[in-house]
């Protein structure tokens, strides 16, 4: 298959294609072939100034943005769902090129990315406050405002996605934003920002700046004229976003971070292949990078010689390769996620950790490794404490509930979990004991649009998705107003 054509390079600033106002450039690399693919405009400080003020005007009262109806604001999103559909090849193959996974994963993404948009245009006029009965004669009810001004900053693992969890869901609720996409993986932001303006934003209402997060991540984050900051991305980021927001203007924050889930395996569980299959590819999805990933796959003491030579060998079946072609698993997103993967499982080499199969790089060029399994895995081990991003299953082995609750939660972590079982009381004590935002069980990685998605503890904080995805952008304004008589 031909690589697409590139479009767009340029900053999206109030409904414009822009050079950076320092002309400065950085490439965007093909991870298959760790060529530089173009290169695209690289905003920093003066560019988010901009892109903020734009942001800013499109948000202020009497705007075309806030005078629109709800129900406008919905018909809008529809649209942006009807366009991904009619550009689904074309926006499958750009994904694929900026990021490397498989044509039929980007795919995948797509069909998610569009959910999510016809889901969240039902909810923009369905954000409504309350009448309260309150003491006196009085009348007092709740109004719900969009937030304003939002700074999103997503990440390169599933960045048509990303940006749709995070644009729906603010815009649904009537707010404005600026995005910086990972510098990894500008690519289909802008061309979502196109598409946008194809469907009739006004303008300001989305702003997309290229950029590096220690420049332009950076003048968002810290930018007094932002209400509210939305990242997802690594822990340690998250931090420095954190102290950011709250050194400003205490802007309002939403963090979606790393994690190191728990996925076990009973051994009451009667059909082991399918366990196998369900902890395979909740691990090796996107060649392990997915902040929810089942990097700790626990298996009860019963079955686990069997699970472990089983596991083995659907990882040693698992094709990787070109993402133009029909494989399994295409490159890690660039040269320093590749190392930090190597360094990782050399680490669990030298720290005792079995290793059943890959453990090393694939071919020469471009940032493959091979699937890789580690058996006999402690819980100080490195590579059962940090999070790997890559495609590495760390299979431990449990005996019972209460010795495995506490090692579960033996983490800095707690976005996901999971739990295969055919005991539902197993299920339930597990599900009311795991600490982690989201509990799957008998299954892995079901994130629907209707499902909140967040974590506990160094996870992040806040929801995406679900009721709980336009909430994380409206204020609650109460309104209370004297009157001569209240009658009930």
């Not at 006029?125 to 719900?144: M, Q, V």
């Not at 990242?231 to 190191?260: D, H, Y």
């Not at 982690?436 to 998605?453: D, I, K």
Request: with cysteine; hydrophobic share 40%; proline share 4%.
């Amino acid at each position: 298959m031909a690589a697409p054509q590139i479009k767009y390079t340029k900053l999206f600033i109030n409904n414009e294609f822009v050079d950076s106002i320092s002309g400065k450039t950085f490439g965007t690399i093909n991870p298959a072939t760790e060529e530089v693919i173009c290169q695209v405009s690289e905003g920093d400080k003066e560019d988010v100034n901009v892109a903020v003020k734009a942001a800013r005007e499109a948000f202020k009262l009497g705007s075309v943005w806030r005078t629109m109806d709800a129900s406008k604001r919905g018909q809008m999103l529809g649209k942006m769902a009807d366009l991904i559909e009619r550009d689904y090849e074309y926006l499958a193959a750009l994904e694929t090129l900026d990021n490397g996974k498989p044509l039929a994963c980007s795919k995948g993404d797509l069909d998610h990315a569009i959910s999510i948009w016809r889901y969240f245009s039902g909810w923009a006029d369905k954000i409504h406050g309350d009448t309260l009965p309150i003491d006196g004669s009085f009348i007092s009810f709740t109004r719900k405002e969009p937030v304003g001004v939002c700074g999103q900053i997503t990440p390169w693992n599933y960045p048509i996605p990303m940006l749709s969890w995070k644009w729906a869901t603010a815009l649904a609720a009537g707010c404005t934003v600026v995005l910086k996409p990972a510098e990894q993986t500008p690519l289909t932001a802008l061309y979502m920002a196109a598409l946008s303006l194809e469907v009739g934003f006004p303008p300001g209402v989305i702003n997309v700046i290229n950029g590096h997060g220690e420049t332009a991540g950076a003048a968002l984050t810290e930018h007094m004229d932002v209400d509210k900051i939305a990242f997802t991305g690594s822990t340690e980021i998250g931090k420095v976003i954190q102290i950011a927001c709250a050194k400003s203007n205490l802007k309002r924050c939403t963090l979606e971070l790393g994690g190191k889930s728990p996925l076990v395996v009973f051994d009451d569980f009667e059909d082991i292949d399918e366990a196998v299959k369900i902890c395979h590819d909740c691990i090796f999805e996107n060649a392990g990078q997915c902040c929810c990933a089942a990097s700790r796959t626990f298996v009860q003491a019963g079955i686990y010689d069997k699970f472990v030579e089983k596991a083995t060998e659907m990882a040693k079946s698992r094709k990787v390769g070109s993402p133009w072609e029909d494989v399994d698993q295409g490159p890690q997103v660039d040269k320093d996620s590749f190392d930090k993967v190597l360094t990782l499982i050399e680490s669990g080499k030298k720290e005792g950790a079995k290793l059943q199969c890959g453990g090393a790089r694939q071919g020469e060029k471009g940032y493959f490794v091979q699937p890789t399994v580690f058996s006999d895995v402690k819980d100080d081990m490195k590579i059962a404490k940090e999070e790997i991003f890559g495609p590495v299953q760390s299979i431990f082995k449990f005996h019972t509930m209460e010795e495995l609750i506490a090692r579960v939660n033996d983490t800095d972590y707690g976005l996901a979990s999971g739990v295969l079982t055919k005991d539902i009381n197993k299920a339930l004590t597990f599900s009311q004991a795991v600490q982690a935002g989201s509990v799957w069980v008998n299954c892995y990685l079901a994130n629907m649009p209707q499902t909140p998605f967040g974590g506990f503890k160094q996870s992040g904080y806040g929801r995406e998705l679900g009721p709980e995805g336009c909430r994380a952008y409206i204020e609650n304004k109460t309104i209370t107003i004297a009157v001569q008589q209240k009658n009930s």
